[in-house]
């Protein structure tokens, strides 16, 4: 969109101060990209559930940072205009500083990436401290997280008693103070994410986290229901069924190439007579 220009996290700050809500949507490719920013949204994430979504991996373990900068870098041409938050995948920021720094060296060069998402609380705030002090944004991911969904035991609602929900109040103050611009609630009870909106100053990003964060993320397959099997969740809402769409697409097509009805008379190029007498002579004329 000519007129569409990518927020900054000064502006994204602002806008939780004055109530409006910010919109995210996750994509993978240009095509997706390039259809979100026309849609108007203001934040994309190029997240590792590519794993799950389009790589076809049963979490999102297995996703490298190879995999992460080409399709970041897929999703920065498609959409020129929007703010690009790239995920760190598993185990890309646990080690050394240095090796986290050329982690986000790749996502931001290479990816072009205007930000990257880490998941965890405070075992992770020294990472996060280190890689805004290097110039990065980071946009920190608490609650269901999962790149430890071995650890937490599947995927289970997070807050649901006092202690839980304390534990989330301390990792999203203690992002808070590592310099973090934002965090992702992900399957977080209502109560607290409420709770941890109000108590810190960054904007709140829910998904699963009811309806009180500073602002929504859905995964772009969910949203449109782009899968086969799709299998129904609770907090996502279907806006458009393109699976059955597409699905039934490439059904009539190949129901059309097996009885001949495509390609059709409007579907071809005609060579003229000189052509076929090049090739067969006179005599190949009627053979058209």
Known sequence: MADKHALNIVKMKKMKTDGVP???????DYPSALLAEEAGIDLILVGDSLGNVVLGYDTTLPVTIDDMVYHTRSVARGAQNTFIVADMPFMTYHGSIDETLRGVRRLMQEGRAQAVKMEGGLEICGAVSA?????VPV????GLTPQSVNMIGGYRIQGKDAKDAQRLMDEAKGLE?????GIVLELVTEEVAEAISKAVSIPTIGIG???YCDGQVLV???????ASPYREKRFV???????SLIREGIGSYVQEVKNRSFPAENHVFNADETVLESLYGAAGKGAK
């Open 237 to 243: 809402k279907t806006y458009a069924d393109v699976g």
């Open 220 to 226: 772009f397959h969910d949203l449109l229901q782009y």
């Open 139 to 142: 946009l920190g991911h608490i």
């Open 177 to 181: 103070a590592a310099g973090a611009f």
């Open 131 to 135: 890689v805004v002090a290097a110039g």
């Open 22 to 28: 910010l919109s995210m949507l996750t994509a993978y």
């Open 209 to 211: 986290a009811g309806r």
